[in-house]
Each structure stands twice: as C-alpha cells, then as structure tokens.
C-alpha cells in the first residue's frame, strides 16, 4: 500500500462492526414496529428502497455506531499521508453521509431508493470518479469483487468467502485483517447469569412443602425451558436497546452494543433459544408450555413498548416475575395459594421499582434515561411506590397467617408473625441500597448475592420451617 492513490471504505463490516440495514431494522422494530415489518414485506425484493424506507421510520444515529479500530487506523495513517479517505456504501445514502461527517471523511457515496451501490454498481461508480487501478479498496463481502478487481490494491476484512486467497492468486495486492466474534462475547449476551431468577420456580414447591426428587426434577426442567426463554428475551431487548445502550455509560460495552457480536448472530441465537424454549415447555405440559407463551410474548410487549411507558413498566415486570412462580406451580404439580401471588405481587413492584431507583441514582443528569421513561426527578414517587409495595406485601402476608390453609400448614403460626421482622428487614435493605445507588442494575440478581439479605431471607426460611413442623421433622426436635 505504498502507492498515495485515495483509500474508498465500505462501511458495514469494514469500519463499522456493524451493519447499519439491520441496526435500522431494529430501531425501527422498537419505534414503529408494526409500519417496520410493513416496509419489509413490501421492499424484501428491493434492498435500496427497503433502506430508504427503514431510514424514514428510525434513523439511527451514526456517530454512536461502533467502528473497527484496525480500519480506523488505516484511515488515520492515510490521511496522515495526504490522501483522500472516502465512504462508498450500499447503506442508505444518508446514513453514509452521517457516518462521513462523525468521522471527518473526505466524501462519501451511498444508495438511493432507485440505485443500491453495491457489487458491480459500486465497482462501476468508483472506477467512473477514480478510473479502474486508481484507488484502494477496503471490504469485507464476496460481493465486493468487482470493487477489489478495480482497485490498485485490496483490503480483506475477515474471510469474505476466500476473497484474499483469490484476489493473490490473481497477482493483485492484499492486506488482510482479521475479523470475528466470540463464543465467550455471545455467552454475555445471552446472560446465564440471569437464569438464577428462575429460581423462583421454586417457590410454590416450597411453600406447599413439597420436598421430593419428582418435584425437584420437574421445577429443574421447567428453568431449563425459562432460562432459554429469558435468554432469547434478553438478546432481543439488546438488540431493540442499541442506541440506548450506546448512550449509557456501562451497558455501552455490551456484546451487540460494542459490535463484539454481530447482529446477524444475535438474531439467529434469539430464534433458537425461543424455539427450544417452547419446545422445552410442551414436554412439561399445555398449562406450563401456555404460562411460558405468555412469558415470552409479555416480555416482547415489554421490549418494544411497555418498557418505555411510566409506571406499567414496572408492573409488568412484576407480573414477569410472578409468572415465573405461576410457571414453578405448573411444572411441579403444586397448587398455588392465591395468598403467595397477591403477597408476592406487591414484593417484586417494590423490587422493579428499586431497580428503577438504582439506574436513577447512578445517572449522571436529571434528563429522562435513554429509552425509559424516568428522569431523577422521579426518585421520590418511585420510593413512595416501593414502600407502598413493601407495606402491601407485610399486610398480605399477616392476612395470610390468619386463613385456614395457613393454620393447616404451620402449626407454630406465631412464628409466621416473627417471620415478619426479617422479611421488613430484607424489603427495606433493598429499597435503601436502592436509593443509595448501592445496588446491581437488576435486583433480583443482587438479592441472590447479598450476603446479609440472604442471611435475612434465610432467617425468614428457617422460622416458616420451624412453624410448619419441619425441621422438627427432619431433625427430630
């Protein structure tokens, strides 16, 4: 690459870790998801009016696309040496001309509604301006060629279907530069870290005493098949969060935020872990395989709306959570008490609102947070809630004490009023942390790996133990 001749870039793929098509798809699935797949179905055969299209519903801000540094330094050493540095991509031309100017290129071509610069057009386009051999070429795709054949010397990034073997054994000059994605960075997109909510499955088997290995085997298989659910969930909410994730100061370096993964494998990881969620969930049965249907399509209401709505997003990821218990009940066999899911109901509000307390408490302005609908301002109704959800909870509980099905099950019932004072205490710990900013971004989580409020929670355990006669039994007290 000695020669001072002007370096033409492709963008997606090349310096973006990205493809702005499907970074359009996807913000235009969380903005107007409905017109979204409309433009779809009616541009599929027409990619250049499909991007127009896609760009109308959502353009996507340019500058927060993640770029590859390797490419980017080419660029800065060419510009350092006096020569042009120009953007020619089949992404809409508005987007390319954005991307041009966060990034101070010299020019830039893109597509129109009625010509897609790509293969043998850009080919023909740059050799028009340049002249064939009068430029270099930076690629990434077999279906830059014709570009590569053109150009005075080429740039492979990635494989691009054996296209630097090719290009050499043709006598024509090349760089290339390697390109991919790991397992480990799509392991943190899928979060199995976060299957340890599904723990909560657990709750109706426990509280209706049921300690047996049939029990236990049929709750574990039902969180394999939510753990999957949650994990397809997850990677859709990040993919429909780019931009928003971009913008925040630690969720920024998630795997399809930072392009560590690309889109493309997020999409094809999400499909497969839903299907072999439900597929999962059928062999446990019509009543769990519907509870983890309507999980699933909850939680995608969430993703592409209800998140961004005051108030219902919290309650709808106190239902999300109450569904896990609904689901627990389904795969054991065990009938739920309507006392667990009003008492619990009110807990995980207190808890979304936490969560919701936590992300405010660390934002660094009062604005309202990127795709949410909160600003700092909003602390103080949001504790007002959680300590109303807190009350609610201490309330149903002790109701619960006082009904047949309880003095049935715990002999000892007093001790359900002892139990009380634990279960405050772990409530209020968790809405004080949250307040102080103190917390993880999800509380569940957190509460699992709180040393003092599973020390709490454990106390809690113990004493409806004792009241029910259980540890007398096994420990024969």
Known sequence: MADRKPLILDADGTFLKTDMLVESFWAGLGTAPFKT?????????????????????????????????????????????????????????????ALADAHGMDGWMGSTPDHNLKGASKAAALTEYYGKGGYIYAGDSRADMPVWHDASHAVVVGRAGGAAQKLQSSGKGVTQIKSGWRIADLLRAIRPHQWVKN?????????????????LWLVLAGIAAFSAAAS???????????????????????????????IGVGMASAFLLGVAALLGGAMLGAGFLLVLAVYMALSLAYSLR?????????????????????????????????????????????????????????????????GRGYGRPDRP?????????????????????????????????????????????????????????????????????????????????????????????????
Not at 73 to 82: C, H, L, P, V, Y
Not at 202 to 208: E, M, S, V
Not at 232 to 256: G, M, Q, T, W
Not at 445 to 465: C, E, H, P, S, Y
């Open 381 to 477: 109704d949001l504790l007002n809630v959680a300590s109303l959800g807190m009350v609610g909870a201490l309330v149903i509980f002790f109701l619960y004490s006082l009904s047949a099905q309880a003095l049935e099950l715990y002999p000892s019932r007093w001790l359900l009023w002892v139990a009380l004072v634990p279960i405050s205490l772990w409530l209020f710990r968790m809405v004080r942390l949250g307040w102080q900013g103190k917390q993880d971004y999800d509380p569940i989580v957190f509460a699992l790996r709180d040393k003092q409020g599973l020390g709490l929670l454990m106390i809690t355990l113990a004493l409806m133990f004792y009241a029910a006669g259980l540890v007398q039994q096994w420990f024969g007290f």
């Open 199 to 215: 723990v909560l499955l657990f709750l109706p088997a426990i509280a209706a005493h049921q300690f047996n290995y049939d029990t």
């Open 232 to 262: 397809s969930i997850y990677v859709v909410n990040d993919l429909l969060d780019l931009e928003a994730d971009r913008l925040h100061p630690k969720k920024c370096r998630r795997p399809f935020a930072s392009g560590a993964v690309p």
């Open 306 to 370: 209800l998140k961004r709505m005051r108030w219902i997003d919290i309650f709808t990821l106190a239902t999300l959570y109450t569904l896990r218990v609904v689901a627990g009940a389904e795969a054991s066999g065990v009938d739920t008490s309507i006392y667990m899911l009003i008492f619990i109901f009110p807990i995980f509000v207190t808890l979304g609102c936490v969560k919701r307390l936590t992300e405010l408490t660390l934002a660094t302005s009062d604005e309202r947070l990127p």
């Open 37 to 97: 797949l409309g433009a779809v179905f009616r541009h599929f055969r027409a990619p250049a009016r499909l991007k127009a299209a896609l760009f109308e519903i959502a353009p996507i801000r340019a500058d927060l696309l993640p770029i590859n540094g390797e490419i980017a330094a080419i660029a800065q050493g060419a510009r350092e040496e006096g020569r042009e540095v120009i953007l020619a991509s089949a992404s809409d031309a508005r987007l390319v001309e």
